[in-house]
């Protein structure tokens, strides 16, 4: 069945794209930073199956209060570690970036490695840490697109001097997302253009220099 895939990214204030996926009227959200007009009349036309948060930076998560008003009942799937950035500040860098503090007391699913199926979506979750501790892709294999929040960008990764970011986490994600890449991949980020697995091996110095390595 085919996936529509709609991109929200024109948001006023300083907040990450949101991907509304849809098959047959039954919709996903991955990432809510901003729940705009436009993000609204989408959700109108469709029924909410969940949210996917990527990490839990306070760009992917501050409209969730809002969009939760309107869907009490909305699974919201993460992935849960032993540190908290939903309601913490300084985690989700809300309090770095000149933004009031943002606090979500949202229950969360805890989204586990691997195949899972919610509605009509099938995705396989890879954990990708390195931007953050709770950073995952969320890769849908028949469809062949990635989504990989702040983890990869079409020319860079994201960045990796914020709380519970880790070079060595980064270095070791890339390596485990290498097998999944390929010409024809469709990768869409949290800030960006989407690009494909063909371009990405060529303009991205991080995968080069990941995959030149021999290990
Ligand atoms: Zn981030």
Do not use: W
């Amino acid at each position: 069945m085919f996936m529509e895939i709609k991109v929200f990214k024109k948001f006023p204030l300083f907040s990450a794209q949101s991907y509304l996926l849809i098959k047959n009227d039954k919709a996903l959200l991955i990432d809510c930073g901003y729940l705009s007009d436009e993000l609204l009349e989408a959700l109108n036309r469709v029924t909410l199956c969940g949210l996917i948060i990527t990490h839990g930076h306070f760009d992917h998560i501050r409209g969730i209060d809002n969009l939760k008003k309107l869907y009490p009942d909305l699974k919201i799937f993460y992935n849960q570690t032993n540190t908290d950035f939903l309601s913490n500040p300084i985690n989700n860098c809300s309090r770095f970036a000149n933004q009031n503090d943002v606090i979500i007391n949202a229950k969360t699913i805890s989204l586990s490695e691997g195949v899972h199926s919610v509605g009509e979506f099938d995705f396989e979750v890879i954990y990708t840490p390195g931007h953050t501790k709770d950073s995952m892709s969320i890769l849908f294999p028949k469809e062949n697109v990635i989504f990989t929040g702040d983890f990869l960008f079409p020319r860079t990764v994201g960045r990796y001097d914020l709380p519970t970011s880790s070079i060595s986490d980064l270095e070791k994600s890339l390596k485990k997302i290498k097998p999944y890449i390929n010409d024809e991949l469709t990768i869409y980020c949290g800030h960006d253009q989407a690009t494909n697995g063909k371009r990405i091996c060529h303009e991205n110095r991080y995968i080069i220099d990941i995959f030149n390595k021999t290990f």
